[in-house]
């Protein structure tokens, strides 16, 4: 058996940015190599720093998929292990090093004996930054390996070891990530009336996008409308010629997106006209779609662990956390669940700390329901 603790440490030291997961590409590979090795029903195939391998099933009437992510965060880690990031600014603060450890854990025990249908392992790259899954999709990298139905998991500090958490629609929201620049003036600070100060507008902005959650989307449906960055100025004497920020939209509905995406693009283009700015502005929604369960499948899904000993199935409302797995459930029918693995440090902290027994627990009750999907002779 593969050493999944020792796996899971390896893989924490050497985090990467999306698109350049190249380490972890390597290691990835290693070990997949070796797992695989002589089996001639196995195949492989990469795309840029991501990963497929299909097991071909000796009498297949489809094909199961299960993803995993593979790239990490741009946070300087804080967690002070022995087996601390060794690169400089990166860290897996996101538990993706939890996520390829569980998916390695899965592929190999289904190198012991071929199953019945086909099974899809997916290391996909640039979850966090460019939607890696969409990229994929889009780029043809499935070919003819597409799954019937697609399965993956997100670790969440919140849970407990045992937790596996789900619901039968939508289960993460779909994302918009936004940059605005505004440009005016700069001058002296004796001087403003000289001077188009950026940054009083940028202000003015900040306050007034927030009443598009309180005045514009229906309360039942709820929106977050969050700017965390904020670039503008020198010094104190001087008026700011531009302001830069950065921000992101969430919502459960995609229309509830365009809505929001709506109202804040006029809210920035009538600011800018009331300051005399120029307005730079960029939505991105990429493939960052909400992570819609198909209910028919999660319900098996819940079933299946609600019958499981040791496992505590929590049937569980929607989160504003984004997941580039909503574009490849928009293509495929599919399931994403919540694994509990009690950090006290949330998500994309750089004190996020899982708990590891959550890897063996992880491994053999997926292990199961993937055994069930591919092997239940129905």
Known sequence: ???YLKIRRDLHQIPEIGLEEYKTHAYLMKVIDELTAGLDYVEIRTWKTGILVFFKGFSPNKT???????????????????FSSQHEGRMHACGHDMHMTVALGLLEQFTQERPKNNLLFLFQPA???EAGGMLMYEDGAFGDWLPDEFY??????????????????????GTCEVKLTFK????HAAFPHQANDALVAASYFITQVQTIVSRNVDPI????????????????????ETAFLHGTIRTLTMEMNLLTQKRLT??????????????DLELKQGGYLPVENQPDLARDLMDFFAAEEGVNLIDILPAMTGEDFGYLLSKVDGVMFWLGIDS???????QMTPDEAALPFAIEKIGKFLDFKVNAMI
């Open 344 to 350: 006290p440090a949330p998500l994309h902290s750089p």
């Open 1 to 3: 058996m593969i050493d």
């Open 221 to 240: 449906e709820g929106a977050v409308v969050t700017f965390g960055a904020m670039q503008a100025g020198t010094t104190n004497n001087v008026i700011a």
């Open 266 to 279: 006029a809210i920035a283009e009538g600011v800018a006209q009331s300051f005399d700015l120029e307005l």
């Open 152 to 173: 993956g998991l997100h670790v969440r500090p919140d849970l407990k070891v045992g937790d596996i958490a789900t619901n039968t629609g939508t289960l993460f929201a």
């Open 127 to 129: 979850e966090e930054n």
């Open 184 to 187: 005016g003036k700069g001058g």
């Open 64 to 82: 199961i998929g299960w993803r995993t992510d593979i790239d990490g965060l741009p946070i300087v880690e804080e967690t002070g292990l022995e």
